[in-house]
């Protein structure tokens, strides 16, 4: 058959469409609606299998291995993450010993299993953007969803001088004052031979400096009678986040209906996206530039939202772009460090707080250490010590090298020149999707001498310097955690106060609720529970 027998019968099919098309209203009702049904599955079952073959043959990705099912849609992901909750991060070194270094894990995604490029795409300059699809969570004006280099930069240089050492330093008698409360809860629970709910306690107090540093007042979480309760709200918010993620509409859906019909669906972290809309309303209406400016020129005294508010006054002082910080982005902003200031400290002391039981003899070295450091004249442990000491360090990192707290693949989008990957000898092209889960690495024998040990000394003299390059739970970068300093200061300063007043013991039952389970970040499969006894605290000086 040549050209113009093909453009004869393809004419002749277009005509016959055309006149079966115009004659569709003389159909009878029920004859009509089921031609429209056949017409709609088949034209569906023809894009499907174009589809399907083209990402199996001339997708970019289409030379890379991987599960079947993961080469063609995103059922697999979806079933292991949304359905199974969290399950699909344990597939991956399945796939790798399977499948090698880079394994397609969607039609669009690569994971890789190589330590050499993760420096190359979590890099100060790193021109590797956050993949929109998995950032979309529902905030996305805030700066840990922003994709786009230059606006994710004018953000974050916005927020980075709230976050330094030496402002988190200044927070040091707030974190205090908080941590009074905490122990006289602990108090409480020691007087009636009960056992703690330290879980709990630990959320509260992030929850309660936070929002101290965001908006400067306390929410009052921990001297809340229903701080229980009050804990698990703001633990709710990751709880369906595999379902938020997988399926965006169902949450879009619920924040368009009224208030009433989205609390009685999802009471808890409603109230508290609505908590921080109602703060930002207010703030914006109520934001002074001349009294945030003095407050930021006496610094320790001004809050993450009168540095977000003034940002826009000093750029333009400084005769940069300047646009009026908008509601939404200051709600969001509030939303997105409200929550990643809470949880992830919160279950990281809870570790801590089991490791610390678990290993006696690491136990032994660190209440040594601790004894000598030299009280302060209030009695305090002075933060700049606690965070001098090199075990108590070790201890901390080492308990971030275990749990990643962090669990998922943070995936990137790949620049211009694509990704080399020295392990496979091959290239992931540009525009494609790509991550790596920082657990295999912080469990990476070359890397960590027997990783299965949880050793706080590995951290100690040169050699333990060296390991920090390895050290990812903060990940790397032009993106890595903001709050580091302040994360670093919660855990030495309350760890170090709860482990030398008290002495604890675990309850059983513990080893069980410390299997962790991923929910982007991680959650213990329960909340932690100790016995304590205060210790005569000058017996331990
Ligand atoms: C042990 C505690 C913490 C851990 C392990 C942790 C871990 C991380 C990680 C791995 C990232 C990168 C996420 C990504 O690329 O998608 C991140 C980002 C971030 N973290 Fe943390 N975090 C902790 C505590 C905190 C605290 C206390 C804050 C306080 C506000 C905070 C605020 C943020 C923000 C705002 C980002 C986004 C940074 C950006 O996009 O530039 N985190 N964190």
Same mark, same amino acid.
Not at 167 to 188: A, T
Not at 205 to 215: A, E, K, N, P
Not at 416 to 430: F, M, Q, S, W
Not at 509 to 536: C, F, Q, T, Y
């Given at each position: 058959?040549?050209?113009?027998?093909?453009?004869?019968?393809? &004419?002749?099919?277009? &005509?016959?469409?055309?006149?079966? /098309?115009?004659?569709?209203?003389?159909?009878?009702?029920?004859?009509?609606?089921?031609?429209?049904?056949?017409?709609?599955?088949?034209?569906? =079952?023809?894009?499907?299998?174009?589809?399907?073959? +083209?990402?199996?043959?001339?997708?970019?990705?289409?030379?890379?291995?991987?599960?079947?099912?993961?080469?063609?849609?995103?059922?697999?992901?979806?079933? +292991?993450?949304?359905?199974?909750?969290?399950?699909?991060?344990?597939? =991956?070194?399945?796939?790798?010993?399977?499948?090698?270094?880079? *394994?397609?894990?969607?039609?669009?995604?690569?994971?890789?299993?190589?330590?050499?490029?993760?420096?190359?795409?979590?890099?100060?300059?790193?021109?590797?953007t956050k993949d929109p699809?998995?950032y979309?969570?529902?905030?996305s004006?805030?700066? #840990?969803f922003t994709s786009p280099v230059?606006k994710h930069?004018?953000?974050?240089?916005?927020?980075?001088?709230?976050?330094? !050492?030496?402002?988190?330093?200044?927070?040091?008698?707030?974190?205090?004052?908080?941590?009074?409360? *905490?122990?006289?809860?602990?108090?409480?629970?020691?007087?009636?031979?009960?056992?703690?709910?330290?879980?709990?306690?630990?959320?509260? +107090?992030?929850?309660?400096?936070?929002?101290?540093?965001?908006?400067?007042?306390?929410?009052?979480?921990?001297?809340?009678?229903?701080?229980?309760?009050?804990?698990?709200?703001?633990?709710?918010?990751?709880?369906?986040?595999? /379902?938020?993620?997988?399926?965006?509409?169902?949450?879009?859906?619920?924040?368009?209906?009224?208030?009433?019909?989205?609390?009685?669906?999802?009471?808890?972290?409603?109230?508290?996206?609505?908590?921080?809309?109602?703060?930002?309303?207010?703030?914006?209406?109520?934001?002074?530039?001349?009294?945030?400016?003095?407050? =930021?020129?006496?610094?320790?005294?001004?809050?993450?939202?009168?540095?977000?508010?003034?940002?826009?006054?000093?750029?333009?002082?400084?005769?940069?772009?300047?646009?009026?910080?908008?509601?939404?982005?200051?709600?969001?902003?509030?939303?997105?460090? =409200?929550?990643?200031?809470?949880?992830?400290? #919160?279950?990281?002391?809870?570790?801590?707080?089991?490791?610390?039981?678990?290993?006696?003899?690491?136990?032994?070295?660190?209440?040594?250490?601790?004894?000598?450091?030299?009280?302060?004249? !209030?009695?305090?442990?002075?933060? *700049?010590?606690?965070?001098?000491?090199?075990?108590?360090?070790?201890?901390?990192?080492?308990?971030?090298? +275990?749990?990643?707290?962090?669990?998922?693949?943070?995936?990137r989008v790949?620049?211009?020149?694509?990704?080399?990957?020295?392990? #496979?000898?091959?290239?992931?092209?540009?525009?494609?999707?790509?991550?790596?889960?920082?657990?295999?690495?912080?469990?990476?024998?070359?890397?960590?001498?027997?990783?299965?040990?949880?050793?706080?000394?590995?951290?100690?003299?040169?050699?333990?310097?060296?390991?920090?390059?390895?050290?990812?739970?903060?990940?790397?970068?032009?993106t890595?955690?903001?709050?580091?300093?302040?994360?670093?200061?919660?855990?030495?300063?309350?760890?170090?106060?709860?482990?030398?007043?008290?002495?604890?013991?675990?309850?059983?039952?513990?080893?069980?609720?410390?299997?962790?389970?991923?929910?982007?970040? *991680?959650?213990?499969?329960?909340?932690?529970?100790?016995?304590?006894?205060?210790?005569?605290?000058?017996?331990?000086?």
């Amino acid at each position: 058959m040549d050209f113009t027998q093909v453009h004869a019968q393809l &004419a002749q099919a277009r &005509a016959g469409l055309v006149d079966y /098309i115009s004659r569709l209203p003389e159909q009878e009702p029920r004859v009509l609606t089921w031609n429209i049904v056949s017409a709609a599955s088949v034209a569906l =079952l023809v894009y499907w299998t174009g589809l399907i073959i +083209y990402r199996l043959t001339l997708h970019p990705l289409a030379r890379f291995p991987g599960p079947f099912l993961c080469r063609i849609s995103d059922l697999q992901q979806c079933y +292991y993450e949304a359905i199974l909750n969290g399950k699909f991060i344990e597939q =991956l070194p399945k796939y790798h010993r399977k499948y090698g270094p880079i *394994v397609r894990i969607n039609p669009n995604e690569v994971h890789i299993d190589d330590p050499a490029v993760f420096h190359e795409i979590y890099k100060q300059n790193t021109p590797f953007t956050k993949d929109p699809k998995s950032y979309g969570l529902g905030v996305s004006q805030a700066m #840990a969803f922003t994709s786009p280099v230059e606006k994710h930069r004018v953000k974050r240089q916005a927020l980075d001088p709230a976050f330094s !050492k030496r402002r988190v330093n200044m927070m040091e008698d707030g974190l205090y004052e908080e941590l009074e409360k *905490v122990f006289d809860r602990i108090d409480g629970y020691e007087k009636r031979d009960e056992e703690v709910p330290i879980s709990e306690l630990y959320y509260c +107090y992030t929850g309660d400096i936070i929002s101290r540093y965001l908006f400067g007042k306390s929410l009052g979480l921990i001297s809340a009678p229903d701080f229980l309760e009050r804990a698990e709200q703001m633990r709710s918010f990751t709880r369906g986040v595999w /379902i938020s993620i997988h399926f965006q509409f169902i949450r879009d859906t619920m924040l368009a209906m009224p208030r009433w019909i989205t609390s009685f669906l999802n009471d808890a972290w409603v109230k508290v996206l609505w908590f921080c809309e109602d703060l930002a309303k207010n703030a914006i209406a109520n934001f002074d530039a001349a009294e945030s400016s003095e407050k =930021l020129s006496k610094p320790g005294q001004e809050t993450i939202f009168d540095r977000l508010l003034s940002d826009n006054d000093r750029r333009r002082q400084k005769g940069q772009e300047a646009h009026p910080l908008t509601f939404r982005e200051l709600a969001d902003e509030s939303v997105a460090i =409200l929550n990643a200031g809470t949880e992830p400290t #919160a279950t990281m002391m809870v570790y801590a707080t089991y490791f610390f039981l678990r290993y006696p003899e690491v136990q032994e070295r660190i209440l040594k250490e601790l004894s000598t450091v030299q009280r302060d004249e !209030k009695g305090r442990l002075p933060l *700049v010590k606690v965070e001098s000491l090199p075990y108590f360090t070790g201890f901390v990192r080492e308990t971030l090298r +275990y749990v990643p707290l962090v669990p998922g693949r943070l995936p990137r989008v790949v620049p211009k020149g694509g990704l080399y990957v020295p392990a #496979a000898r091959d290239t992931i092209p540009e525009g494609a999707v790509v991550g790596i889960d920082h657990m295999p690495l912080h469990w990476n024998q070359d890397i960590f001498e027997r990783p299965s040990e949880f050793d706080p000394g590995r951290w100690l003299g040169e050699a333990g310097k060296e390991l920090n390059h390895w050290l990812l739970s903060f990940s790397k970068g032009r993106t890595d955690c903001i709050g580091k300093n302040l994360a670093y200061a919660e855990m030495h300063l309350v760890l170090a106060n709860l482990f030398s007043r008290y002495q604890l013991e675990l309850t059983p039952g513990s080893d069980e609720a410390m299997v962790w389970l991923d929910r982007v970040i *991680v959650h213990p499969a329960k909340n932690l529970r100790i016995k304590v006894r205060a210790r005569n605290l000058e017996a331990v000086a």
